[in-house]
Structure formats: structure tokens, C-alpha cells
């Protein structure tokens, strides 16, 4: 059984171009968060949705970024017009719907490295 | 607003000794928790977490975990520590009926031989 998938790992983007990062969950797994980790920080939430469904975005800047997860494939967290600041890693994690609810861990997958030039 | 405080930044213990890892929070309600550690250039690895029950939580490489309802703490220990439990750990907090879970900032533990 395959744990969460991101691909690419490292991206390298320069100012002003558009990232795609994306992310596959466990098999089984209907649920994907995505956390942003700034150098010897931890984890910042920044969205959590379900298929065809954005949950709570509400640690996603209001402006560049965008979240999805169709009904087929991967989820995409796009941000458009990268900045430096937007340099991090970026993780992504998925968990199955289990009861009662909130009970569940969430399964990390290993990261894309963001980095603007 | 619900938080998740881990106060030490940094813990620094020589190897066969007893670690702990600290761990504090401010939700309402009797949330779950949880302990994830993360090793460099990786995703975080689950260890552990409190759902009900025994307030002592044993998880993953020999990790325990001490839920105190009181002092509304959750801290991470070992009785043994290893140098290879040198990395970056993470205190998270869920909210019952909830999904919006919350991290620490992390604590980093080296281990000395």
C-alpha cells in the first residue's frame, strides 16, 4: 500500500512563474490537508478538502493560491505569480474517514521543496 | 482561539537517558491529541495519539506519552533515549467533532552518544 505521493520534490521556479505541486493520498484516504513549513518552523495549515470540496481554506492566502481535488487524480496546490517568500516546503497529508470523527491521523507525504529564484 | 505550545525549542539529552518532550494546549472540550516526528528532508511520521481512556498513550520506537487533563498537557517521553530519536518533533491538537488540527512549533531533540 503506497503512502502519500507528491511529486515534484524540489521545484524551481522563478519570480513571477506559476507552481504546481501535487499530491496523490493513501489508498482509500478521501481526505487531503496542505501545510506549508517555513525553515526550523513548524507546520502551517493552509487547507483541507475532501473530493470535489473545499472544507476550510481558511490558512490560504487570499490572493496566488488555490487548492483542488477532483473526482479523479491528485490534488493540486497551485500558486500563481511566485514571490520569494513563497520559498518552502510544502507538505501534504490525507487520512481516512473515521469514527468518531476528528479520531484520525493524518499520513504525511514527503514534501515538495519550493524554491523562487 | 485554540493553541498548541511547545516550549522548549531545543532538548538535549546524553544516550540511555530518560527525554521528554514537552507539550501544552489550549482548546476547549477534551480534544484529541497527537505526536508526530519529523526527520530532515521527510515528511512527519505519526507516533502517537490520545483518543480516550489510559492517560499513558504507547506508540511507535518505544515513545509513551503522558495525557494530563489538569495541567492540559500531552508530553512526549522515552525511558531510554537513542541517537537515531535525534529530530524535530511535533505536538498537534484536534478538537472532538472537528477536523481542523493544529501544530506546535516543533521541538528539536539531539541525542549525544
Known amino acids: 500500500n503506497a503512502g502519500v505521493m507528491q511529486n515534484p520534490r524540489h521545484l524551481v521556479r522563478r519570480r513571477g512563474q506559476e507552481a504546481r505541486l501535487r499530491c496523490s493520498p493513501m489508498?482509500?484516504?478521501?481526505?487531503v490537508y496542505w501545510y506549508r513549513q517555513l525553515p526550523e518552523e513548524g507546520l502551517k495549515f493552509m487547507v483541507y478538502?475532501?473530493?470535489?470540496?473545499?472544507?476550510?481554506e481558511s490558512g490560504m492566502p487570499k490572493e496566488r493560491f488555490s487548492a483542488e481535488f477532483p473526482k479523479e487524480g491528485p490534488s493540486i496546490l497551485r500558486i500563481q505569480q511566485v514571490v520569494r517568500g513563497d520559498s518552502a516546503a510544502y507538505f501534504c497529508?490525507?487520512?481516512?474517514?473515521?469514527?468518531?470523527?476528528?479520531?484520525?491521523?493524518?499520513?504525511f507525504g514527503p514534501g515538495t521543496r519550493l524554491t523562487v529564484t | 482561539a485554540q493553541s498548541v505550545a511547545q516550549p522548549e525549542d531545543q532538548v538535549n539529552v546524553a544516550e540511555g537517558n530518560p527525554l521528554t518532550v514537552k507539550c501544552t494546549y489550549s482548546?476547549?472540550?477534551?480534544?484529541?491529541l497527537f505526536w508526530y516526528v519529523q526527520y530532515p528532508n521527510r515528511g512527519l511520521q505519526f507516533l502517537l495519539k490520545?483518543?480516550?481512556?489510559?492517560?499513558l498513550v504507547k506508540g511507535s520506537y518505544g515513545f509513551e506519552a503522558e495525557f494530563n487533563k489538569s495541567q492540559t498537557s500531552f508530553h512526549l517521553k522515552k525511558p531510554s533515549a537513542l541517537v537515531s530519536d535525534s529530530a524535530l518533533y511535533f505536538c498537534?491538537?484536534?478538537?472532538?467533532?472537528?477536523?481542523?488540527?493544529?501544530f506546535g512549533a516543533g521541538t528539536r531533540l539531539t541525542v549525544k552518544p
Open positions: 497529508a490525507s487520512s481516512p474517514i473515521k469514527f468518531p470523527q476528528g479520531s484520525y491521523e493524518q499520513y
Open positions: 489508498k482509500g484516504h478521501s481526505h
Open positions: 478538502l475532501q473530493k470535489e470540496n473545499i472544507i476550510d
Open positions: 482548546v476547549s472540550g477534551n480534544p484529541y
Open positions: 490520545y483518543i480516550t481512556g489510559d492517560n
Open positions: 498537534a491538537v484536534r478538537p472532538r467533532g472537528n477536523n481542523d488540527m493544529r
